[in-house]
């Protein structure tokens, strides 16, 4: 959400910058060009004065319009001249310098001579190599006699209006630093809750229900926001405790009288006939019940219990679990083999044991005589992997899809010894400790069931 929200205000800030900036430059220069405008306006007014009252070039005056003009020029190095309606110069400096056909110039001159003063030119920008020309005229006896000329060179005054515009430049840059410092401040203070949020709401999904949303400021919104979750969480871990709790106390109760139950039908099977059918159907459902009580109570406890996480060599383990059930597989038939190579990851090896039994029990159960059962130990820099291969009738891909959920069992299996609980209570052993059980095809028949567990306490 961050890199989302910070571009985002960062585009518009920068967007208000340009928009005083950019007027401020430009006014900035505009200033800069009507300061010489009206310097020069001011001098041609001063020449015009003076060449007023010229009346012939023997006039002492203009002796001394043409002493100024050439001093101006030598000083300013601003080419200046006064000439008759007619382009003929009265005075100029340098004396080279006259008035061209066409150009600025001529279009001042020509301005001048219908009594008009220049006004302000077009705007000069630093990259445009130009003069600026400001002509005004001579009036004597409301005639105009003849016109007052400069051409400045702008070199100055650019190089006044770009640096004029690095100021305002080097000024944005530092608002702008100003502003995306503000902008990381101000993201990071209003979404540190919706992090602290989202990795509690991670935590509690991946089964941590004591996980809680701690205090990390922000908007009074957001933080009332992490008190009503807060709650909620309470609520929903007090709803499934209870939930627990009566599973527990429920299994544990109804095994006491279903054991009395199980006493008198077998008293009772004592005053029947030997191999009655019926009898021998309920003491079969009642020790199936009993099986199923005892399932629930270890769901209730495998959900409540935490993990005792430990270094576990898991190829010593699975290749003792292998040996433990070779026999029953030898009894039925089954060949059951290991590569188990040493392996160490981070597990809770009764929890990893039990998982492991259920599934090698299921694998043996289901595979036909004369087929064989593989266990299997790898790794990888995050994992270690158990993984038990059968090759029995296997599972379509609905009931691939459904393995491992509670009191589910497929529909050509309902009369295979078992409660459907097995494989719950493995996977909700295995995932308190930061593992997990995971079900496949195995080609051409057959199931694969991959155990894994973290290598590393980081990945619990």
């Known amino acids: 959400m961050r890199t989302r929200l910070l571009p985002l205000l ?10 005083l900036g950019i007027p401020l430059g430009i006014g900035m220069a505009s200033a800069q060009q009507q300061k010489v405008v009206v310097d020069r306006i001011d001098d041609t007014a001063h020449f015009a004065a003076l060449a007023q009252y010229v009346t012939g070039p023997d006039d002492e005056r203009q002796d001394t319009l043409e002493s100024e003009l050439e001093s101006y020029y030598e000083v300013y190095d601003i080419r200046v001249g006064v000439f008759y309606r007619t382009d003929v110069p009265m005075a100029n400096a340098p ?3 006259f008035l061209p056909e066409t150009g600025e110039v001529r279009e001042a001159f020509e301005e001048a001579r219908l009594s008009r003063r220049s006004q302000n030119p077009h705007q000069i920008w630093p990259w445009e190599r130009t003069r600026l020309v400001v002509a ?33 430049g080097a000024g944005l840059m530092a608002a702008m630093l100003l502003a995306v410092g ?17 990795a509690t709401t991670h935590a ?3 089964g941590s229900l004591k996980s809680r949303v701690a205090a990390a400021g922000g908007p009074p919104e957001l933080r009332r926001l992490a008190h009503s979750f807060n709650e909620m969480a309470d609520n929903v871990e007090d709803v499934l405790e209870q939930q627990r709790a009566f599973v527990a106390d429920a299994s544990h109760q109804l095994r006491n009288p279903l054991a009395a139950l199980l006493l008198r039908i077998e008293l009772l099977a004592f005053e029947l006939p030997e191999g009655n059918k019926e009898i021998a159907s309920v003491q079969t ?3 199936r019940l009993a099986q199923v009580l005892d399932d629930l109570l270890d769901l209730a406890l495998a959900e409540h219990t935490d993990a005792d996480l430990r270094i576990t060599d898991i190829g010593a383990l699975a290749d ?6 070779a026999p029953t597989a030898e009894a039925k038939g089954v060949t059951l083999v290991g590569d188990c190579p040493p392996t160490t990851a981070w597990a809770d090896p009764v929890t990893l044991s039990s998982a492991l039994d259920a599934v090698i029990d299921n694998a043996v159960k ?6 064989r059962v593989e266990v299997t130990v790898s790794s990888n820099g995050e994992t270690a992997n158990v993984v038990v291969r059968d090759n029995g009738p296997g599972l379509t891909d609905e009931e691939l899809a459904r393995v491992g959920d509670r009191f589910w069992r497929s529909g050509r299996h309902q009369n295979v010894k078992g409660s459907g609980l097995g494989l719950s209570i493995s996977r909700a052993l295995l995932a308190a400790g930061g593992g997990a059980i995971s079900y496949e095809h195995h080609a051409p028949h057959g199931l694969k069931v991959t155990v894994t567990v973290p290598r590393s306490s980081a990945g619990v």
């Open 182 to 198: 503000a902008a990381l401040r101000l993201t990071g203070w209003v979404l540190r809750p919706v992090r602290v949020l989202d």
């Open 10 to 19: 960062i585009v518009l800030m920068a967007a208000m910058l340009l928009a």
């Open 366 to 371: 289901f595979t036909p005589e004369g087929e």
């Open 320 to 325: 003792e679990r292998v040996a433990a059930w």
């Open 95 to 97: 004396a080279t310098w």
């Open 285 to 287: 459902e009642g020790k």
């Open 136 to 168: 005004s005229p001579v009036i004597r006896d409301g005639d105009v006699v003849a016109v007052v000329v400069t051409d400045s060179p702008t070199g100055e005054m650019r190089s006044r209006i770009l640096h004029n515009w690095l100021v305002i």
């Open 204 to 206: 509690i999904a991946s």
